[in-house]
């Protein structure tokens, strides 16, 4: 079998000079003519050994892998990826990096892309759609094998997300989703995650209940909203249009926090799309001499550690991004892998839960 491809310009980092055994090295490039040079054999064979070609002898395996690691040599993954037409990199582009539920996305993708020998290139929007579009790009240019994303909330115009498509690059959307573009998704229950948050309330007591939402046009959002809707409806209590209020940040509910107030004398309770929202509402009515629970019970979304300690702790629902990152990766993989064995797109829902705590 002949590997002399193997012995064409692959290098890699760190950069350390070829050098005989045992004597101090300086920086430069490593390549496995290099090292082919330096024991006196032939690149062919440097390479088989390093792949552990069963023609190659135990002896000259040990001899050639002892020197590669002793000038730090490692395969260059660019020229890797142009033999194998594949980069082993994937890409992911989120809102938010600090943002715990996606730190905890991040996690799971890790885990399980490392695992199975791919690399993560991490990009993020800033809830910028044009930020977004540069994101893709960049994914592109990198030559990444397949990319995850969260959408913007500022993104409606989903071309980009089609051009990838176009491009062949497969495509995984994970909790914030395109519904104009066919493909993979993995998502949280946000509508029985907001029904079991909304209806508990109700059954501790509350019955004017104030949504505080996400823009109309997110699906999550939308979502989440027709959640809370469909518990006062199971109920019997009438959904009023005055008490949804968008707003989904620490930012904008400061921002109409004239409003709340307003709105406080005739509500017992909140549900929040986010868990920075609910408690930013609860800052703004105790700091006007409400009290929580008593006055007006609170729920949240996504349990982010902030929850638990908040005054009062926030009840919330468990949005496991853990799972979700690695559930995405996985179809993500599978799809680059071997596209043949699955064709028709999927969309796995992760469950939620409701954790209890003082502000209900």
Do not use: W
Request: aromatic content about 6%; some cysteine; charged content about 25%.
């Amino acid at each position: 079998m002949d590997f002399s491809i193997n012995s064409i310009n692959i290098y890699l980092y760190p950069l350390i000079a070829i050098t005989p055994l045992n004597k101090k090295m300086k920086s430069t490039l490593i390549s496995i003519n290099d090292i082919a040079r330096a024991l006196g054999i032939s690149p062919s064979t440097v390479s088989r050994a390093l792949k552990d070609h069963p023609d190659i002898s135990t002896e000259t395996k040990r001899i050639v892998k002892e020197y590669a690691e002793q000038v730090n040599y490692r395969p260059n993954a660019l020229a890797l990826s142009l033999k194998r037409q594949r980069s082993n990199t994937l890409g992911l582009i989120i809102p938010e990096i600090t943002h715990h539920f996606f730190s905890s996305v991040i996690s799971g993708i890790e885990e399980l892309a490392y695992a199975k020998g791919y690399r993560l290139i991490i990009c993020q929007s800033n809830e910028d759609y044009r930020r977004e579009v540069i994101n893709t790009q960049v994914l592109l240019d990198n030559r990444v094998d397949g990319i995850l994303i969260s959408i913007s909330k500022n993104t409606h115009d989903h071309g980009h997300f089609k051009d990838l498509i176009d491009s062949g690059i497969p495509l995984v959307f994970l909790d914030r989703v395109s519904e104009s573009v066919e493909t993979d998704r993995v998502v949280t229950a946000d509508f029985e995650g907001a029904l079991i948050a909304t209806s508990h309330l109700i059954e501790r007591g509350c019955r004017k209940i104030m949504h505080l939402a996400s823009p109309a046009h997110l699906h999550v959002g939308r979502l989440r909203k027709e959640g809370y809707q469909k518990a006062l409806l199971n109920f019997g209590i009438e959904a009023r249009d005055e008490l949804i209020v968008y707003c989904d940040n620490r930012q904008e509910v400061y921002q109409i926090k004239d409003k709340i107030l307003a709105l406080a004398p005739e509500i017992d309770g909140i549900f929040a799309v986010n868990d920075f929202t609910a408690i930013a509402a609860m800052q703004i009515l105790q700091e006007n001499g409400y009290k929580i629970p008593d006055d007006i019970a609170v729920t949240g979304f996504g349990n982010d550690p902030i929850a638990g300690i908040a005054c009062p702790p926030l009840t919330t629902v468990e949005q496991r991004g853990f799972e979700m990152g690695r559930q995405a990766v996985e179809i993500l993989i599978r799809r680059i892998e071997d596209p043949s064995t699955f064709i028709d797109f999927q969309t796995r829902v992760i469950p939620v839960s409701l954790e209890k705590r003082a502000s209900t």
